[in-house]
């Protein structure tokens, strides 16, 4: 089993969650399939991927390394990896069907999330801020993540999807109501962070999958 999240979703709040329920973590290890990693070469991303996966390490680049590393955690007692590159690069379709866990929040939130200058704001500053064309990078990345969610989900794989927004519900369903109990939302914030028409630009990028979702408060 494996959850998937994107930043500005919850994600390391529920990685914490998990270690904190006795499992070991996997700290999205496929970043390194992100184009700012590919860039630093195969040593680095080597490197960075042992770092964040407990010392697991991809035998390939390809398919076949993603099917080895994941087979491998399946293997791996009380062991789970929180992704994200890989559900964006649509790629999870392509391996055998296995129990995953997709982490979303509205888009237009979990993008200010992101921009948070405690969090990712010094990446959003690079491309001129949070009010700049970044916000329809993140809205493509936020709507092929879901687009997997969905293609797995119409193939009949073991999948769920948790929303942040209704997280402790979503979890209790199937069965990890515990590991949430100190789940705390917080309130998304859009304004005055980020104008209107940079929020009516990520939900119009994401607007067709929205509907299909159709998530209550989305």
Known sequence: MVFCGMGGSGSTYLRHALERAGMTVHNKPDIVHHRHWVKQGRKAQHDEFARRADGFTLDSTGIAGIQHYLDQVSG???????????????LLRHTTRRRVVFL?????AAYRSMCDPDRHGDIAAQYGGPDSWYAVF?????????????ALR??????????YEHLPDHARRDGFGE???????SAP??????AEETIDLIRTCTREVLEVLDIPGW
């Open 76 to 90: 791996a007692a009380a062991t789970t990896a929180v992704l994200s590159t890989w559900a964006e690069q649509q």
């Open 104 to 108: 979303l929040r509205e888009p237009a």
């Open 138 to 150: 993140y809205a493509e990345r936020w709507r092929k993540t879901a687009e997997e969610y969905l």
């Open 154 to 163: 119409a193939a009949d794989w073991d999948v769920s999807l948790w929303a």
């Open 179 to 185: 590991i949430v109990s100190q789940w705390r939302r």
């Open 189 to 194: 914030r859009l304004r005055p962070a980020l």
